[in-house]
């Protein structure tokens, strides 16, 4: 190895180590003995434990196989009814023009507004409607979520679609649903694709609503961290843990599906 070579691992090293701190305090605390993590200034040394791992998977109230399955099945539904939805009306407002001007400006501005403003009229129609506690009701507010960004991603792809390909499509007899799905759809599949992920991700991640909506029946993994801040104390050790074992499943995820993400922010679409 080079000395150049050498300095460039270095530096991505100390890069990765920088913008990955919080998630490596988080594994660290979850390692950490009760007795350690509360002294101050934390140690750097300390000898690990597993015994917060063991405490999750042995609690009465933190159902972890539950809390993953409600977390996997949310995630999916809400990132695939996202694309079910934004798909034909992306393709409404940039090719057809339904909406180009006030209804796309409506549906993504409202994105900027911090999500804690809905959070109590939210409740309080989902408890009219008997959606609290279950997973429709959190599928639900997560495809609310998720549809302005993922609207705006899809309308910015479907625009470098040539529109020569698609009249050719119609001059042979082509209705609008089959430009849509047998032509325009496969030629931006990597940017559903990426849609899908990064849906999927914020879906598994989201935990306002999640919290908010559930009590015990439809809770997800990341809510069901904070049932370890108890009236008697917050255990932080076992929040570090519940919350390391969320993370791996997306993280695991975006790695074998990082390059439709590539592909779609790198601008390219299929032949």
């Not at 403003?117 to 409607?129: C, H």
């Not at 993370?247 to 299929?270: C, D, N, R, T, W």
Request: charged letters at 10%; a positive charge.
């Amino acid at each position: 190895m080079t000395r150049r070579r050498a300095i460039d691992w270095v530096i991505l090293i100390i890069i990765l180590l920088i913008f990955n701190l919080p998630f490596i305090n988080v594994v660290m605390t979850s390692l950490k003995p009760n007795a350690v993590i509360s002294k101050s200034p934390p140690p750097i040394l300390f000898k690990p434990t597993i015994i917060h791992y063991r405490d999750i998977f042995t609690s009465p109230t933190f159902l972890f196989s539950k809390f993953l399955l409600n977390s996997l099945i949310i995630a999916l539904v809400s990132a695939a009814l996202t694309i079910l939805i934004c798909l034909p009306a992306a393709y409404s407002i940039v090719k057809i023009g339904v909406g180009s001007r006030i209804l796309f400006s409506f549906v993504t501005n409202l994105r900027a507004i911090p999500l804690i403003v809905f959070a109590s009229s939210v409740y309080i129609l989902f408890k009219q409607l008997n959606l609290v506690d279950t997973r429709t009701g959190i599928i639900v507010i997560h495809i609310l979520v998720n549809v302005p960004i993922a609207l705006s991603l899809l309308s910015s792809f479907m625009q470098d679609v040539p529109k020569e390909i698609e009249e050719s499509a119609r001059l042979d007899g082509a209705s609008e649903l089959q430009v849509l799905f047998r032509i325009v759809t496969p030629m931006i599949s990597s940017s559903v694709a990426a849609v899908f992920i990064l849906s999927f991700i914020y879906s598994w991640n989201e935990f306002l609503f999640a919290l908010i909506l559930s009590i015990k029946k439809a809770t997800t993994l990341t809510a069901g961290a904070s049932l370890f801040v108890t009236a008697w104390g917050v255990q932080w050790g076992r929040i570090a843990a519940a919350t390391t074992l969320a993370v791996i499943p997306p993280f695991v995820f975006a790695f074998y599906v990082q390059k439709y993400l590539v592909e779609a922010f790198s601008g390219g679409l299929k032949e």
